[in-house]
């Protein structure tokens, strides 16, 4: 074979060039070990591993977003609320009903009280009394909520002061008075108190961006609050309209509705008609304040919200009844007022219960 070239070559320390080829058994080359014919998956790229951790990076981000803002927001409520419970006269919390429980879990009867004291007269059609009652009725359990109108001029006995119209009870004893006559009346025991100024409420609802009622028919004011600037156009003024339908309200024309106690197209309505309309107005408010849209401005004027209040509540019992209202079914949400006969006593007219 000398001289001859061998059929094959010997490298020493090393191997025979060229590409190594992988060693392949019964599995075909499968990762996981398994035959062809076995069950297993061959496992994920890790382009779709990172897809999924990018989902969830952005899930916890808005979580994390979406709690600083509720803070941010209850921060600026919480300021706000201490000044309302600054507001609130000395010595009206003797006359409510401490409750038991939680507002989440116990029921409680709130006293809602309009009252103007502040602003121009322009707007006005009554001051120095309570310019609308109501009570809030929240029963956290069965998922309901009721709201008790009771018309101003209802004729009902003030403790110490004898008979006279029910919302002179706030101008002879503030709330703490107001609060024992309704108490009196419906022989409810009332555990918190909000009176609402008139004059700054119409601030809020603008800061909230306005609300949304629901209008049943249509209503045409007596000539109240004329918008114009000169007496020439006012003298041509015939009162506030506002179509049947569902309608948006800014502040002041929210206020304006709430107020209205003639409709020149139907004789027919009284003082009493007139509380429907302020529950509208309460209940739109309150739908904006507690969805989404509140949501979202609240760390900008969660403060204002509760600028004309003056109130018991603290800021987590606020919070708690917007999230008892909010959960309350709309086929659980009764509404309710009280009536009476109209009747003319020393020259007033009131309503006899």
């Not at 401005?297 to 009844?321: Q, Y």
């Amino acid at each position: 074979m000398a001289g001859k070239e061998k059929p094959y070559k010997v490298y020493r320390g090393g191997r025979a060039k060229g590409p190594i080829r992988p060693h392949r058994d019964s599995t075909d080359g499968r990762r996981d070990g398994k035959a062809k014919d076995g069950a297993a998956k061959v496992a994920k790229p890790r382009r779709r591993r990172r897809w999924v951790r990018g989902i969830v990076l952005f899930v916890v981000l808005v979580l994390l977003l979406g709690l600083v803002w509720a803070l941010l927001g209850y921060l600026a409520v919480r300021s706000g609320v201490k000044e309302a419970n600054e507001r609130l006269p000395e010595g009206t919390e003797r006359a409510l009903t401490p409750p038991n429980g939680s507002m989440l879990t116990t029921s409680r009867t709130i006293l809602v009280l309009g009252a103007d004291r502040g602003g121009g007269s322009e707007d006005r059609q009554g001051a120095g009394r309570s310019d609308s009652i109501m009570l809030i009725r929240t029963d956290p359990d069965e998922h309901r909520i009721s709201y008790l109108s009771i018309p101003r001029d209802l004729r009902v006995e003030i403790p110490s002061r004898g008979a006279d119209k029910v919302n002179a009870a706030f101008a002879y004893g503030g709330p703490g008075l107001a609060v024992d006559t309704v108490e009196s009346l419906t022989g409810l025991e009332v555990n918190h108190v909000i009176v609402v100024d008139f004059a700054t409420f119409q601030e809020v609802i603008d800061a909230v961006g306005g609300i949304t009622i629901s209008n049943p028919k249509p209503v045409l004011s007596n000539p109240f609050g004329c918008p114009f600037a000169t007496a020439e156009r006012c003298a041509g003024f015939d009162g506030w309209r506002f179509k049947q339908g569902e309608i948006e309200l800014d502040g002041r024309r929210a206020l304006i509705y709430a107020r209205i106690r003639e409709n020149q197209l139907d004789p027919g309505e009284s003082d009493l008609t007139r509380g429907e309309r302020q529950q509208r107005v309460v209940q739109g408010l309150m739908n904006k304040i507690t969805g989404l849209d509140g949501y979202l401005r609240m760390p900008m004027v969660g403060d204002e919200i509760v600028r004309p209040l003056a109130t018991d509540l603290s800021t987590n019992e606020l919070l708690a009844f917007a999230w008892v209202r909010r959960r309350a079914a709309a086929d659980k949400t009764l509404r309710c007022r009280l009536g009476g006969t109209p009747d003319t006593v020393s020259g007033a007219s009131v309503i006899q219960s």
